[in-house]
């Protein structure tokens, strides 16, 4: 049987163990995840597949849905990067436009932005990416992906 002094001290401890073990669980540290992927410089690539109608402005204007043919070279130029933070542009010989992104906490998955389209990547390695991008405007409507090599 316990007395009401090995209880009050019993007690005590307990409270000290949760208290320790909130502190450690709280940390930081626990939090923190690993260090995203440096992405900063150009990234090339042409289409691996993909449709759209309408003017996305890269590509020649359709009226008709057409499904996109590899052959134009677009590149993924990557500025400036704060720890999982991106800025830079998104450009072919016809256009450039600004964008933003995002590396996701699993350091492979990259959701970006740019004026129009919504892009998600897939890290496949150091140097290779899958980028796909989607617009669901007034102006166009696509859905295409893209296999990007580091330059």
Partial sequence: ??????????RKLAAASLVSLATVALSPQVFAAP??????????????????VGSPGHSPDKSEP?????GLLFTLTIKQQ???ALIGTWSTPRKTE???GV???DNKTVVLADEDTHFSAV???????????TEAGEISIL???LLLKKD
């Fill in 1 to 10: 049987m316990i007395d009401r002094k090995s209880s009050g001290k019993l």
């Fill in 35 to 52: 260090a995203a992927p440096s992405l900063v410089g150009s990234w090339s690539g042409v289409h691996t597949g993909g449709a759209y």
């Fill in 66 to 70: 057409t499904f996109i043919k590899p």
């Fill in 82 to 84: 704060s720890d999982r």
């Fill in 98 to 100: 600004r964008l933003v």
């Fill in 103 to 105: 590396v996701r906490l």
């Fill in 123 to 133: 890290l496949l390695d150091a140097n290779s990416m899958e980028f796909c991008g």
């Fill in 143 to 145: 859905a295409a992906c």
